[in-house]
């Protein structure tokens, strides 16, 4: 496993733990507003996985929960058996994924090792190669929705990104998860942005994103914003 950053404790990335979230280096998508691009470009030092482990190790009294982010985690070599030393030690495991690789994504489930999976949707189905920079086999993307809206512990998640989102792509991206028991509208943050020209693109005005919400309502369970 590559690392590239620890969050020490967070008490809002994993709904109802306490938690530390463990950033993994590269991704196979390139959004061009992502704002990890040191993670997804590899430009940062990497931290030993020992470290990360010792860390946890000593946090078990404290941590309820570990967030497992990148980048794109089930890229990584080795995600399997890092995962099972995690869940050795006694942690809950939420796991954010871009939903590109489903056989992945379902063989950590299904052996336990994922309590909690966080699948972001970019964008309207159509609209992934936009979204995310290159090709993208949308087929699978499809799939891991359809896999995770059968899941007991869930959420979707879609940065509101103008030029990318509009109340139209908004309205498709909600019917394709329809049903979904928690859909967040995330705010987009003009900094750090892989493509640095979106760092010249003003983020939605909060009213805009309440508009997003009420479309969003209409066919998911629940619906909240985050202003990240």
Do not use: W
Request: hydrophobic residues 35%; aromatic residues 10%; contains cysteine.
């Amino acid at each position: 496993m590559k690392f590239g950053g620890l969050e020490k404790f967070t008490v809002t990335d994993y709904p109802g733990k306490i938690s530390c979230i463990v950033f993994t280096i590269g991704c196979n998508f390139r959004c061009p507003y992502c704002q990890n691009s040191q993670l997804v470009t590899e430009e940062i030092d990497e931290i030993n996985e020992k470290d990360i482990l010792s860390f946890l190790e000593k946090r078990k009294d404290q941590l309820e929960g570990v967030v497992l982010t990148g980048g794109e985690v089930l890229i990584q070599n080795g995600f399997i058996d890092f995962l099972e030393k995690v869940k050795e030690m006694g942690y809950d495991v939420k796991l954010d994924t871009n939903g590109s690789i489903p056989y992945s994504l379902k063989k950590v489930v299904r052996k336990e090792l994922v309590d909690y999976v966080a699948m972001d949707v970019k964008a309207p189905i159509h609209q992934y190669e936009k979204a995310c920079g290159i090709e993208v086999n949308t087929d699978k993307i499809e799939e891991s929705i359809d896999y995770i809206l059968g899941l007991d512990s869930y959420e979707f998640r879609t940065t509101a990104v103008p030029s990318i989102i509009d109340e139209e792509g908004m309205k498709e991206i909600a019917k394709r998860i329809e049903g979904a028991k928690k859909f967040f509208i995330q705010q987009f943050q003009p900094r750090n942005t892989l493509d640095r020209r979106y760092e010249d693109i003003d983020s939605f005005p909060m009213k805009k994103l309440e508009d997003f919400k009420e479309i969003a309502e209409e066919y998911v369970q629940n619906c909240e914003v985050r202003n990240v």
